[in-house]
């Protein structure tokens, strides 16, 4: 027992350690800039150059950054200090503030936390470093909309937790956790518009979801699937035993449940010789008229095979739930849902939230046999620790 409770108080600190790590965002991810004017909207900062203090800034006052030559410059006013590592601005008073990168629409994007800026190949690297629970409202709001039921922003608060923990190695060699667009989350820094997004996130506040075995879960997300959710398997190249498709009526009735795209029959018929489709008769009519009763894997599936999702891809398709008809001298994709269709379909967790199912049942809903627990007790269900 005794040894039981050492292990488990060990595990705690360090646990602990974990959680008080701050989150490390690299902002404006995939954008070059070698200057960006910081304007401080509230509270102030202090401004380290190579870990010396040099400045504090007050609310309503503006610096620049910048990166030229070999050296990181701060620029107030008439006066100018460089620095050969890094230039960190340290909030106090929960200050806020806009950053204005040279050349780029930020749209008065506004950050809170700290920013550590550091030099990158031939561009100035701004990182935001935050607490978890303070860069999750921001993330909602980028990738949730507006608008929306409580409900559906807290299912969003634990989806992108769950992201941001799993993902904490991604961007390492770039020295950040995660970056601030699609190829991880988007965040463009505080959420600004929607109030709901703060009180989600502190209603679900470090819950995470994990699978059977406790891990935390590839938590995949899209916007519509069209009725009917893919297999993880079908889309990527491995099953995710939580990521099973299943019917889903919920999402029918939304604003991404159907589109059409027409192209030339030429066209397609030049796609289908490129890709060796058997150029019978019936393969082709077959070719021309598509209409599956339920969502297909292949393209006609008999003896030949071309994946849906490949066709998606191919044709900038919103989906790879469609059926095929000709029209005159075009055919037309006629399809249902927008994107892989894997995991949580958004627009159906939205309908849910307003017809008042729970978060809870949402996320049971889409992801099969998952439960949602505490980040910091996640060891503690985890027998291998013992
Ligand atoms: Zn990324
Ligand atoms: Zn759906």
Redesign the pocket.
């Known amino acids: 027992m005794k040894k039981i409770l050492s292990t488990f108080s060990l595990v705690i600190i360090a646990l602990c350690t974990i959680a008080a790590q701050p989150l490390k965002v690299?902002l404006f991810?995939g954008q070059e800039f070698q200057r960006a004017t910081i304007t401080l909207v509230k509270g102030s900062i202090d401004v380290y150059i190579d870990q010396k203090l040099s400045v504090q800034i007050s609310a309503g006052e503006s610096f620049e950054l910048s990166y030229a030559g070999s050296q990181l410059r701060l620029i107030k006013g008439a006066n100018a200090s460089n620095g050969d590592n890094i230039i960190s601005l340290v909030s106090s008073d929960q200050a806020q503030f806009k950053i204005q990168p040279a050349g780029l629409k930020a749209n008065g994007r506004l950050y809170q936390g700290n920013i550590s800026a550091v030099k990158a190949p031939g561009r100035l690297q701004l990182i935001n470093v935050l607490h978890l629970e303070s860069y999750i409202p921001g993330v909602i709001e980028a990738e949730g909309g507006a608008n929306h039921e409580l409900e559906y922003y807290k299912v969003q608060a634990i989806i992108s937790r769950t992201y941001a923990v799993s993902n904490l190695r991604?961007?390492e060699a770039d020295g950040y956790n995660?970056?601030d667009?699609t190829?991880?989350q988007v965040y463009h820094g505080m959420s600004r518009h929607e109030p709901l997004t703060n009180k989600a996130t502190r209603e679900t506040e470090d819950v995470v979801i994990v699978d059977q075995n406790i891990d935390l879960i590839t938590a995949a997300f899209h916007s519509n699937c069209g009725g009917h959710t893919n297999n993880a398997e079908d889309v990527w190249s491995k099953p995710l035993s939580y990521c099973v498709g299943r019917p889903d009526t919920f999402c029918l009735v939304m604003p991404h449940s159907n589109w059409e795209k027409s192209i030339p029959t030429s066209q397609w018929l030049a796609y289908l010789e490129k890709k060796r489709y058997p150029e019978t008769d019936t393969a082709l009519s077959s070719a021309l008229a598509f209409f599956p009763s339920q969502k297909q894997v292949y393209f006609v599936d008999s003896t030949f095979k071309i994946p849906t999702k490949v066709i998606r891809s191919d044709f900038k398709l919103k989906s790879s739930y469609f059926t095929v008809h000709q029209m005159g001298e075009n055919i037309t994709f006629i399809g249902q849902g927008f994107g892989h269709g894997v995991g949580l379909c958004q627009e159906g967790a939205i309908r849910m939230a307003q017809l008042g199912y729970s978060h809870q049942d949402i996320i049971h809903y889409y992801y099969k046999d998952v439960h949602l627990i505490p980040l910091r007790f996640r060891w503690f269900f985890k027998e291998d620790v013992y």
Do not use: I, K
């Open positions: 690299g991810y991604r961007h995660v970056c667009a190829h991880c």
